[in-house]
């Protein structure tokens, strides 16, 4: 029987969890262990019922365009429970110079497809969309090396772009900026549209005619969650797990390598294991994995994390009436505010607030602001609710508020990540049985993180040897 430890219950290590479990129940000859130093699962995955309002304290959804995470909502019989997002109500806005101006029909990321609605819109001046039908002409370009990626959006479309869209946008999703994120590593279609077209926009719209050609079928929604909320898939997943393989209340302190294996050391136990999945933040790997390989251990502290704090506020339906349409909107760095985004929660998906209630969640913090992490729930509020004053003119109460601190938890893809990774891969070689997973890595989303779990659990599995279980064996 070969034993495997999980470090990390978040959704990286309960999808690891979840594709050894099926691998045992399908014949394997293996037991694991998944080890949780909170009390409870899920990691940054939380959903609560406030005053009839479903609020995530953590990630509200994910791409639909990544598989990962609704094929395992699928596979622990959520398939009926996955909802898309309004699309027919996608708006979203970017405060310039305190007003909030709709980002144009047809932009995709920062690549401008249809010609008028950009023309036509305030949140670019005339010198940007100037640079835009320059842009058509840029040559294809194979770059030695890598490059940030505000450095990478600048030769193509300007400074402006940068400061109005790419910044903000990534700051939604990373918490962090693009004068440090790795256009290879954050924005890799880019990079290889540079490469082959030269000009983002001409391969924007090769890309988009190929896909309408191809298929027929109604667009899918951007987004899905689920109808009860991302709080759902951690309860369906671990319903699926082996009770007595999870430890919650038990923080890894040590592992150590033993001549076969590993010793895991949590509290006053240690138990020994053949392989070791760590699905942690990379910054507590390499705590972990300090005595056995100084090297690897600083490649991991290489990998930067931002904190952010996420603040749901519920309104009654007067606010709702009077709110802007849409999903919500960014603030760029130039605005001068700590607030980075809002989303209106109650039109983005449905099933989130009675026809009655809005909910805004606004997010704070990022490496922009990681100060604020330190100030009292009051205070924070108080932030949000003077900044949403100034840039929709919301003065009314809320008649509930919930703040949630995320520290330390968004990986930041610094210039040279991908390198960096290779070197942590090779590093890997010379620890066998030891698999990374999460989100530092090779992707920050929930379905990478689901992706990232899965394969390294395939990883354990082919070190220790274990016959290859068939995927009909699998889903059976
Ligand atoms: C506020 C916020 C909003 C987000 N929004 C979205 C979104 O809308 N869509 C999307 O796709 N993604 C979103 N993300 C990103 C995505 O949710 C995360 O990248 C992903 O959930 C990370 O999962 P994980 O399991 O790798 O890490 P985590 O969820 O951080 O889990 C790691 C776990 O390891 C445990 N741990 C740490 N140290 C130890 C130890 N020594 N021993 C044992 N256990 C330990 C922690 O307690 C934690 O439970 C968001 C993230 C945040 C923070």
């Known amino acids: 029987m070969k034993r495997i430890a999980i470090i990390g219950g978040g959704i990286s290590g309960l999808s690891a969890a979840f594709a050894l479990e099926k691998h045992r129940l399908a014949g394997a000859s293996l037991e694991y262990v998944l080890f949780e130093s909170s009390p409870r699962l899920g990691g940054v995955l939380v959903t609560e019922h406030v005053d009839g309002c479903l609020v995530e304290a953590g990630p509200d959804s994910f791409l639909t365009e990544k598989a990962w995470a609704s094929d395992l909502c699928r596979e622990v019989g959520l398939g009926d429970q996955l909802i898309g997002s309004n699309d027919a109500d996608r708006k979203t806005y970017i405060l310039v110079k305190g007003r909030l101006a709709l980002i144009p029909d047809g932009l995709m990321f920062m690549v401008p497809t249809k010609i008028a609605p ?61 004068a440090q994120l790795s256009v290879r590593a954050v924005l890799p279609r880019f990079a290889e549209m540079e490469a082959t077209h030269g ?114 506020l519920g ?96 990986a930041q893809y610094g210039v040279g990540h991908l390198e960096r990774l290779q070197r942590i891969q090779g590093l890997l070689q010379q620890l066998p049985g030891v698999a990374l997973a999460g989100n530092g890595y090779r992707g920050i989303g929930v379905p990478d993180c689901v992706r990232s779990g899965t394969d390294a659990a395939n990883r354990a599995i082919l070190a220790l040897g274990l016959p290859e279980v068939t995927a009909q064996a699998l889903t059976s």
């Open 118 to 178: 950009t023309l036509l819109s305030p949140l670019f001046s005339i010198r940007t969309k100037l640079r835009m039908a320059r842009e058509w002409f840029h040559p294809p370009r194979k770059a030695e090396a890598d490059e940030t990626v505000a450095a990478f959006v600048e030769r193509h479309y300007g400074s402006e772009m940068v400061d109005r869209l790419a910044d903000p946008l990534l700051s939604g999703v990373y918490g962090g900026e693009a």
């Open 199 to 312: 000009s983002l926009g001409r391969a924007m719209l090769a890309a988009r005619k190929k896909i309408a050609r191809a298929s027929k079928a109604p667009p899918r929604p951007l987004f899905t969650s689920l109808i009860n909320g991302m709080q759902q898939l951690v309860d369906a997943v671990v319903s699926r797990l082996t009770v007595s393989a999870i430890l919650a209340n038990s923080r890894v302190q040590r592992i150590q390598r033993r001549e076969r294996g590993w010793m895991v050391s949590a509290g006053y136990a240690s138990d020994h294991f053949d392989a070791v999945i760590m699905a942690t933040p990379a910054t507590v790997a390499s705590e972990l994995l300090r005595l056995t390989s100084v090297e690897l251990a600083s490649e991991l502290a290489g990998i930067q994390y931002t904190s952010s704090i996420t603040v749901n």
């Open 315 to 410: 309104y009654d339906g007067s606010v709702r009436a009077a709110l802007p349409p849409g999903f919500g909107f960014l603030v760029p760095r130039s605005e001068g505010k700590r607030m980075l985004a809002a989303t209106f929660v109650h039109n983005k998906f449905p099933h989130r607030a009675p026809e009655d209630r809005a909910l805004l969640r606004c997010f704070i913090g990022g490496a922009r602001n990681e100060q604020i992490l330190q100030a009292p729930d009051t205070e924070v509020i108080r932030v949000v609710r003077e900044e949403l004053h100034q840039i929709i003119g919301l003065t009314a109460d809320p008649l509930f508020a919930r703040v949630y601190r995320w520290e330390g938890a968004m």
